[in-house]
């Protein structure tokens, strides 16, 4: 019963779906407004229905039906009930319906938070959406369908793998798809604006914080992908420059240089068709992505299992939107070149520079990941592409957008002074690059790279503070804190996300430089001394879960005579797969993470293979981002978005030139 | 305008390369020795005569060499087609038993039986890695100056014994 | 007497249990990082995107016995991996090797870079001398007061 109401909520969505693309565009171009209002109850009604299919498909899997077969393929009776909802996506039609309920959920908060959007807008915005899920919900249902029955139905599941019987499996797809998704917003505005012809800083105030927040929670998912993976698989790496984390890594790229020419469009007026360009690019990545990784086309830790159909349909459908949304931008953009008149230095060529090398970055990690492919494809042999490829080349490109980033805020629109800028700088350069060189001097452990990313989240680091500074002490007389209060959320997410890739920035530098491991043998109340702490080895005990068997050793971590951590690492035998597992167990620590993994027993003794790790300020990786993200939902939140659009004016040429004058000489006001 | 035409026509060379990528396995790894003489080893015979073998034995005929294994499992699928077609004295089957302990290997051809002129056991795979095994099975057609002519990654089926080895062996066989 | 002979017996039993420094389960640490160095750029064939360092299976394991072993006989990181290539070709290396084919793959981004430099730079000195700022009458400059009082009552960035 519940399988089959699933299917025909799926059905309904599609029809709905196929509504909402197609009447209100062509309403839009053609004035009807009854066809463009239908926009929004489409969107309405597709998001009903595919929150239905998606809540029984979760119910299939909490009841153990294992009548359906991806729920079979997935599950187990004995699988705790968290991972049970977690299957739901663990394989690839439900993560596909994960995707499309998602794209549903964003629709529907377009219709909600869009009470300032002309219609014809809003009714572009939505018809694009709507073709895009169109695309989503024709593919599962042709080829990718959760609900279909197993007949003779299954005894019991194959099992989730236990590799994905984790906290992150139940938080990393769905936010990660989030930002993935969200970014098909950005889309639907840019191609509403190609549409309808109009392409102005209205419009980038509209797309800026659906943008925001999309990019918010794609720097989140990336982040907890990492640091899954960095205590599930047993070695410590956070990051592999697997395809599949590629493809997530090239729409984060652009999207943030995105973000940053929205600003400039919002503010500025300039860099319109700049943007509108990058919007597309943004998303087709994203969707370039689920290619990738659906298709069989690249391997991959991450590959969901493959079927070539699948891989014709999705390629299809890249073709489609990013083809014709490439075609559209040809045909319609407009030929308005990068707008307000700016200086060669000036905050506009910083934010281009950053652009440019935000893509070039992108276009490493693209040549990278499909390298192999193209050779293949050529038949020039074959090579693989691995970290040290990406490590040698994407370095020195986003090493040079960090130190921009840095003076971005502190350097004026329009047209900056160069004297004024080095005296600016000079005093953070001064300080970071002292800060760079005298540790590791200290420590007796100077490496250049470690330097080189000292002197950047230094440089980062000073230089944002500087600029509140500043920004405090400009505004004229009044209290410090009434000043503070002042400054919009905008600001305040802007540094708060530049302090995070700081943060982000050491803690890779000094992982990299400083880490240590040793791999002992270990019998009982044997040592091993790693920096200043002592492990003790106090043997391993069977214990059992739920739903595996494991060998669980205890660990005592002590410092300067006292007890510092307890570690239980385990080496698990899962049953209903009769895979292995490697738990590790770590102790967090702001400065450091003391890391320790079992390796294999040595039968005789009781003694075990012991890995132990030190990882000084490893979660300053994770932490950097979070501050990163949360940057992003304050800028997202700024008290400008949330204004009520007034009325709209038509303004006459001399109105016109006045308010671009006016703006101009409170931009040069504002810097001073 | 220009920059978006050549976006388009980039992109379109990008969506031929992924059409093409569809049809390919990422995970196949193409054997470097093609062309190359058959990397010379001497490994004991499986059947437990004192003899060893190497391939310089074979200098002057064309060959098969097998690479398999007891504890194989899709070894089995091809196994039939290969005692079958070593019925037909088209061409010397030899093969080489990869990490396998040679009473294992002796039962499981005994039992399954045994297409090939002989065997050399390989206990501790370093032979195999000589030629570039990473997976059993595998075939490689030598010819008769020694040099290897052809791999195949995987089981052979009837469709590729027919249509690429047997015509390569008869090429080759002059 | 008995009180001796217990007092030894206990000395002797607490010097038993004395626990001891774990060793290091390589028998040769720095020829162990080596290995792992070089391991951990070498593809496992067999297993997913993962390196021999990593790896698991039993060909990585063999491998990495057989990388153990030769450099216990001297030979350089070059010369094994030179072994590598003989017989797994290109595809067992991490790190892509710099010959014509993959030309595109190690200086594309530079070139790119640098081409995309130059058009921009191109681009914002052409548009310093064509856009033009708008002219100021008096009407204008009136309405443009105005505005700047209404700006500076709602200060955002």
């Known amino acids: 019963m519940i399988p089959e109401i699933g299917n025909i909520a799926l059905l309904l969505a599609l029809a709905l779906a196929v509504i909402q693309g197609t009447l209100p565009i062509v309403g839009a171009a053609r004035g009807n407004a009854t066809w463009m209002s239908l926009a929004r109850p489409a969107a309405e009604g597709q998001f009903v229905f595919i929150v239905l299919a998606f809540g029984s498909l979760i119910y299939l899997f909490v009841t153990n039906d294992f009548s359906v077969g991806y729920v079979a393929a997935n599950s187990n009776s004995s699988l705790p009930l968290r991972y049970r909802v977690a299957a739901v996506w663990g394989g690839h039609e439900g993560s596909l319906l ?101 392409l102005d800083a209205a419009w980038a105030r509209w797309s800026r914080p659906w943008t925001t927040v999309a990019w918010m929670f794609l720097t989140l998912g990336i982040a907890l992908g990492s640091g899954w993976a960095y205590y599930m698989l047993g070695w410590g790496g956070w990051w592999f420059w697997d395809a599949v984390e590629n493809a997530s890594l090239m729409p984060w790229l652009v999207g943030t240089a995105l973000m940053h020419s929205l600003a400039v469009t919002e503010k500025r007026g300039s860099f319109k068709t700049w943007t509108v360009l990058l919007a597309i690019l943004a998303f087709s990545l994203s969707l370039m992505g689920t290619f990738l990784v659906r298709s069989g086309i690249l391997t991959s830790v991450h590959a969901f299992a493959t079927d070539p159909k699948r891989g014709i349909f999705i390629l299809g459908f890249l073709g489609v939107v990013c083809g014709g949304s490439l075609i559209l931008f040809v045909w319609r953009s407009p030929k308005v070149g990068l707008g307000g008149k700016f200086e060669l230095l000036s905050r506009e060529t910083l934010l281009l520079c950053n652009n440019l090398l935000l893509l070039v970055a992108t276009a490493v990690v693209f040549l990278g990941t499909l390298y192999p492919l193209f050779l293949d494809a050529l038949k020039l042999g074959k090579v693989s592409v691995g970290p040290p490829y990406f490590e040698t080349v994407f370095v020195p490109v986003i090493v040079p957008a960090l130190v921009l980033m840095a003076i971005g805020p502190m350097i004026r629109w329009k047209q900056a002074n160069l004297a004024e800028l080095a005296r600016k700088l000079m005093p953070s350069g001064i300080v970071s690059l002292a800060l760079a060189l005298l540790p590791p ?124 951590a307890t570690l239980r690492p385990e080496k698990r035998l899962y049953t209903a797969s009769r895979m292995p597992m490697t738990e590790a167990a770590i102790d967090v620590g702001l400065l450091r993470d003391l890391y320790v993994s079992l390796g294999n027993p040595i039968t005789t003794s009781g003694a075990w293979e012991v890995r132990i790790y030190y990882k000084p300020f490893v979660d300053w990786i994770w932490g950097g981002c979070i501050l990163m993200a949360l940057g992003g939902l304050l800028a997202a939140s700024d008290r400008r978005y949330r204004m009520r659009w007034r009325h709209r004016v038509e303004f006459d040429k001399t109105e016109r030139n006045a308010l671009i004058a006016a703006s101009q000489v409170a931009i040069v006001e504002a810097q001073r | 305008m220009r920059r978006g035409v050549l976006l388009l026509v980039l992109f379109a060379v990008l969506m031929g390369f992924f059409a093409v990528g569809l049809t390919l396995n990422p995970r196949e790894v193409p054997s470097p020795l093609i062309g190359k003489p058959a990397p010379v080893f001497s490994l004991p015979r499986l059947d437990g005569a004192v003899q060893t073998f190497a391939p310089q034995d074979m200098l002057g005929q064309v060959w098969l060499l097998n690479v398999w294994a007891s504890w194989c499992a899709p070894c089995r699928q091809e196994h039939s087609l290969l005692v079958e077609l070593s019925k037909t004295r088209l061409v010397p089957i030899l093969g080489l038993d990869y990490k396998d302990q040679r009473n294992d290997g002796l039962e499981w051809l005994h039992e399954a039986g045994d297409p090939y002129t002989l065997s050399v056991s390989d206990i501790q795979g370093r032979v195999s890695v000589d030629y570039g095994v990473y997976g059993v099975p595998e075939t490689f057609v030598i010819d008769k100056k020694g040099i290897i002519r052809f791999k195949q990654i995987g089981v052979i089926t009837q469709e590729i014994l027919q249509t690429t080895i047997l015509p390569l062996v008869k090429e080759l066989n002059g | 007497m008995a009180k001796l002979f217990a007092l030894a017996f206990l000395a002797a039993m607490a010097f038993s249990a004395q626990a001891k420094d774990a060793v290091p389960i390589a028998s040769d ?83 790119l870079l640098l081409a995309g430099g130059a058009g921009l730079l191109r681009k914002i000195v052409r548009q310093r001398k064509s856009a033009s700022d708008v002219q100021l009458d008096d009407t204008v400059h009136k309405r443009v007061q105005v505005l700047l009082e209404a700006v500076k009552k709602e200060e955002t960035v």
């Not at chain 1, 250049?448 to 230089?463: N, P």
């Not at chain 3, 001297?74 to 590598?84: E, K, L, T």
């Open chain 3, 29 to 111: 640490p720095a020829l162990e990082q080596r290995l792992n160095k070089l391991t951990e750029n070498l593809r496992c064939l067999v297993c997913q995107n993962q390196s021999i360092a990593d790896s698991n299976a039993g060909l990585a394991v063999d491998l990495k016995n057989q990388v153990r072993e030769m450099m216990v006989q001297g030979q350089s990181d070059q010369q094994i991996a030179d072994f590598m290539v003989q017989r797994y070709g290109d595809f067992v290396l991490f790190r892509p090797p710099v010959k014509t084919s993959t030309w595109l793959l190690w200086f594309g981004p530079l070139l």
């Open chain 1, 98 to 198: 994960l995707w499309t309920t998602i794209l549903s959920a964003w629709t529907f908060a377009v219709t909600r938070f869009s009470r300032g959007l002309p219609s014809e807008m809003l009714a572009r915005v939505l018809g694009v959406m709507g073709l895009i899920s169109t695309g989503f919900l024709s593919f599962m249902l042709l080829l990718s369908n959760p609900f279909v029955r197993l007949l003779p139905p299954a005894m019991d599941g194959r099992d989730l793998n236990p590799q994905l019987q984790d906290l992150g499996m139940i938080f990393h797809p769905p936010v990660l798809y989030m930002g993935y998704v969200g970014f098909s917003v950005a889309f639907a505005f840019a191609i509403a604006a190609l549409l309808g012809g109009k």
């Open chain 1, 441 to 564: 001097l200290f420590l007796g452990n100077w490496s250049g790279k470690v330097s080189m990313g000292i002197f950047l989240a230094a440089w980062i680091a000073t230089l944002t503070v500087a600029d509140l500074r500043s920004k405090i002490r400009s505004h004229g007389a009044g209290v410090p804190g009434a000043k503070l209060a002042s400054l919009s959320r905008s600001y305040y997410g802007m540094l708060l996300a530049h302090l995070g890739v700081a943060v982000f920035v050491i803690g890779v530098t000094l992982v990299k430089g400083y880490e240590t491991v040793k791999d002992v043998r270990m019998d009982i109340d044997d040592t091993v001394t790693v920096d200043a702490y002592i492990f003790t080895f106090k043997g391993a005990e069977q214990v059992r879960g739920p739903n595996y068997v494991a060998e669980r050793g205890l660990m005592e971590v002590n410092k300067d005579g006292k007890r510092v």
